[in-house]
């Protein structure tokens, strides 16, 4: 038995050297807020990550205090809110997670955030650029079709943009489509996979219901528009104390699950996660950026998978979707060249 008991402890013991020689650093901006805390949480329970780096304005090494007594594995740091702190918490990231920004309030939409959230953003990454050039961006905060193209901006000019690795965070549009059918369907929502297209907001969000097992929803007007403003219900329900935290931390968290995944995944395992990234779909049309199942490996976008057949309810979707989208990525352009990172 005793014998038996060291054999364990031995085997246990080499299992997590090796694991520490794999060292995963994450780094969350914005860590201390309605979807930085809940993220950092779901991100301390993942076995993948070796070191969570947490950067807020403020907050930031309490809320790593806190978490850094969870009985997991991963070292938590939480950085003081200044320059040398944010270079230190993005230096060596393999994932850099963004909520940094403002939320809306009720009679808001996305792009009422821009003024404020796109200079944070563009600060931002300027220090992703300069300190952790090679990390891959997940970009949470809204107008999501504008922040990542000021992201893709700002990596550019400082000569360090992979477009591989720069991701804008839609998977919440899919977890909200997969519940909201399954509530219809009295089904198990982690059995349904609703695809979805186009950006982050309003009309360019695009649920292809043709393509599941219930092509008829795709006249159901109701359950679209639910997709399209779920948003907007939470943020009613909060009544001025934000939008969705919980719900996104978990969004968040899935998808740099997946990356992480994707880094370790054997030639046959294809992990495929909707993200709204720098993509050929629609560039002859002007569109650099755009939401779609894409294929994931150690280096980020492994193949963006096209968008498939669709039917005439979806086209005219489609069609809505492309024209704010293209007015909403210019935005996010132009801004970066009228007001560039100091
Ligand atoms: P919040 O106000 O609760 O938290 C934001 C945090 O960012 C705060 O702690 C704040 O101190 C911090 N912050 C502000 N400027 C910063 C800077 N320069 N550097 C580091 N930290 C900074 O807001 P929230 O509810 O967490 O939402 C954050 C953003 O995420 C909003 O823009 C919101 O619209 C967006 N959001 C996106 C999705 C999505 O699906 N992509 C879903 C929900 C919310
Ligand atoms: C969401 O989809 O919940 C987020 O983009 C937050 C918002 O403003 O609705």
């Known amino acids: 038995m005793a014998a038996a008991r060291a054999i364990f402890n031995g085997m246990q013991r080499r299992a997590f050297s090796a694991s520490a020689r794999n060292l995963t650093k994450v780094t969350v901006l914005g860590a201390a807020g309605g979807i930085g805390q809940p993220l950092s949480l779901l ?10 780096a947490l950067y807020d304005i403020r907050g930031g090494p309490g809320v790593a205090a ?12 939480g950085y003081e809110p200044t ?3 944010l270079a230190s918490a993005l230096e060596g990231a393999e994932i850099v997670l ?9 009679g808001m939409t996305r792009d009422d955030l821009f003024n404020t959230n796109a200079s944070i953003v563009r600060d931002l990454a300027k220090a992703c650029a300069e300190s952790a050039p090679k990390a ?18 700002v990596l550019k000019a400082h000569g360090v943009y992979d477009p591989k690795r720069l991701f804008g965070v839609t998977t919440l549009d899919v977890v909200r489509a997969n519940r909201f059918v399954s509530e219809i369907q009295n089904t198990d929502p982690k059995f349904e996979h609703i695809t979805v297209v186009g950006g982050h907001s309003g009309v360019t969000i695009v649920p292809l219901f ?12 109701a359950l679209i528009n639910r997709v399209q403003f779920g948003g907007d219900e939470v943020v009613k329900a909060k009544d001025g104390a934000g939008s969705a935290t919980l719900s996104m931390a978990l969004a968040a968290s899935r998808m740099a699950s997946a990356l992480l995944r994707a880094a370790t995944a054997k030639d046959k395992e294809k992990v495929i996660e909707p993200s ?3 993509s050929p779909l629609y560039k002859d049309r ?21 968008v498939g057949p669709i039917d005439a309810n979806e086209e005219k979707l489609l069609e809505a979707a492309l024209v704010d989208l293209k007015k909403n990525i210019e935005k996010g352009v132009a801004f970066v060249a009228e007001n560039p990172p100091q």
């Open 43 to 52: 991100l301390k329970l993942n076995g993948k990550i070796t070191e969570l």
């Open 66 to 77: 806190d978490l850094s007594h969870i009985n997991t594995r991963s070292k938590v740091t």
């Open 83 to 85: 320059p040398a702190g």
């Open 98 to 106: 963004i909520p940094a920004g403002v939320p809306r309030k009720p």
């Open 136 to 153: 891959k961006l997940l970009i949470i905060s809204n107008p999501v079709n504008s922040t990542v193209p000021i992201c893709a901006e």
């Open 210 to 221: 043709s393509q599941s097992r219930y092509p008829a929803l795709s006249s159901n007007e």
């Open 276 to 278: 709204f990234v720098d």
């Open 286 to 306: 002007g569109i650099d950026f755009f939401a779609s199942k894409v294929q994931l490996g150690p280096d980020g976008v492994k193949e963006i998978l096209p």
